[in-house]
């Protein structure tokens, strides 16, 4: 499968995501895929369960990409997604076998305040424009 063909299945996928099209956004795994969620110890097999357990998800949920990079079957995208409002930022790495994704493992992590410490060495930025 072509790079670009891959990005453009993410970016369907990821759009999908944002705009709450269970359906759209699932069809990028295949029916085997496995889900990790290494923070919270949760491992999710198969595309309807992958599935389901998004749709039982009850907060409103956005989904903004930052970034996305990868090559042939290893992809990672670098997404701010807020539950009812509240950031949190995530790397989503997902591995592909002909043309779907058979694992994704999902890192979270909630923005901090800076270290004092620092301050005089660092650019402040935003999340709109970092």
Do not use: C
Not at 9 to 24: C, I, N
């Amino acid at each position: 499968m072509h790079d670009r063909t891959v990005r453009v299945a993410l970016e369907r996928h990821w759009e999908a995501s944002d705009a709450g099209h269970f359906k759209v956004e699932h069809e990028i795994y295949h029916e085997d895929a496995v889900l990790h969620y290494p923070q919270s110890g949760e491992r999710i097999r198969g595309r309807h369960n992958i599935q389901e357990s998004r749709f039982v998800q009850p907060s409103k949920k956005r989904f903004t990409v930052r970034r996305m990079i990868g090559s042939g079957d290893l992809w990672v995208t670098e997404l701010v997604l807020s539950y009812d409002g509240v950031p949190s930022y995530a790397v989503s790495i997902m591995e592909f076998r002909d043309g779907l994704v058979t694992h994704e493992t999902q890192y979270f992590a909630d923005r901090f305040d800076p270290a004092p410490s620092r301050a005089h060495l660092v650019e402040r930025v935003t999340t709109a424009n970092s």
